[in-house]
């Protein structure tokens, strides 16, 4: 017993030491090491089309020529937005945007810019090969003040409201997502129901 004992003593540190010169194990390259979807603060580019199926005339005395209206308008819409993810299917952001729209040859062309607070929601999302989400079927809605020149014409001081479905696609870039929103815009001043169409390139920090 005591010859055993003394065995077990005396083999304790080279086990030990053997453990401590043991290789550690290398990481699998294969292991990611950053996420395939950044999520986070963001910035994003807006550029499409906007239309309003009427244009009223706010100042019809300080524009005789452009009559009650100038019928449907439309043109270019160019806009930014700056916010933050809240998870995979929530953000929020701040946008501004702006365009002209150019109605009837009598009423002539007027620009609109907007500027105010956008809520995002994606309903569905769909995985990749790796089981990352990166295609997203979304709604929102956005809403702010908006400004119009020449004043009078369509409107001076407004607030314009919008939203309405959107895709969206988390690139193999990590940081950069591209989609397509269509959506339903009103300015509740003019009292002038609307559209827009646009594409949009989103860089995430």
Not at 96 to 107: E, F, H, L, P
Not at 183 to 188: C, E, F, I, Q
């Amino acid at each position: 017993m005591k010859n055993i004992l003394a065995i077990l003593a005396l083999s304790a540190p080279l086990l030990a030491g053997a453990q401590e010169s043991a290789p550690r194990l290398q990481e699998d390259p294969r292991a990611a090491r950053f996420r395939d979807v950044e999520r986070g603060l963001f910035v994003g580019m807006e550029a499409g089309y906007m239309g309003f199926t009427d244009t009223p005339t706010e100042d019809p005395a300080k524009y005789p020529y452009a009559g009650k209206g100038g019928g449907a308008a439309g043109g270019l819409m160019v806009g930014l937005t700056l916010g933050m993810d809240f998870g995979n299917r929530l953000s929020m952001a701040v946008y501004g945007q702006g365009g002209n729209q150019k109605g009837s040859s009598s009423y002539g062309a007027f620009s609109l810019f907007a500027g105010g607070l956008d809520l995002r929601v994606a309903l569905l999302g769909w995985t990749d090969r790796n089981d990352w989400e990166r295609f997203y079927l979304y709604v929102h809605g956005r809403g702010g003040y908006a400004k119009s020149w020449p004043e009078g014409l369509f409107s001076t001081n407004d607030v314009v409201v919008q939203g309405g479905p959107g895709i969206e696609y988390f690139t193999r870039l990590r940081h950069f997502s591209v989609g397509l929103a269509a959506d339903y815009v009103y300015a509740t001043k003019a009292k002038a129901s609307g559209y827009a169409v646009y594409p949009t390139v989103r860089y995430t920090f």
